[in-house]
Nanobody, 116 residues
């Protein structure tokens, strides 16, 4: 099965920055949407940001102005640039992609921890 491979998670101080990266383990034709979700301890998984193949991204209000999503369609990769990180951003971040057949692909998650 095709899976997404994530990197870039880690520990950062409040106000710091991290960049998460995600690529497909195998070539997939026709990825319509790529994006990021996160799940904090005790919480449900929530949308962080989505980037369609063409057009403007969708950014969650909780991170708008601090996080930026970017996508390289040729590489089938998506990055999440996280600035001004807060302890509330601590979570496992999951990469997600959806192809033209509405098949959803997920990464295993990468931990982001923001210290107080």
């Amino acid at each position: 099965q095709v899976q997404l491979v994530e990197s870039g998670g880690g520990l950062v101080q409040t106000g710091g920055s991290l960049t998460l990266s995600c690529t497909a383990s195998r070539r997939i034709n026709g990825l319509v949407v790529m994006g990021w979700y996160r799940q904090a301890p005790g919480n449900q998984r929530e949308l962080v940001a989505l980037k369609p193949r063409v057009g403007d991204p969708i950014i969650a209000q909780t991170v708008k102005g601090r996080f930026t999503i970017s996508r390289d369609n040729a590489k089938q990769s998506v990055d999440l640039q996280m600035n001004s990180l807060e302890p509330e951003d601590t979570a496992v971040y999951y990469c997600n992609a959806v192809d033209v057949g509405s098949v959803s692909y997920w990464g295993q998650g990468t931990q982001v921890t923001v210290s107080s």
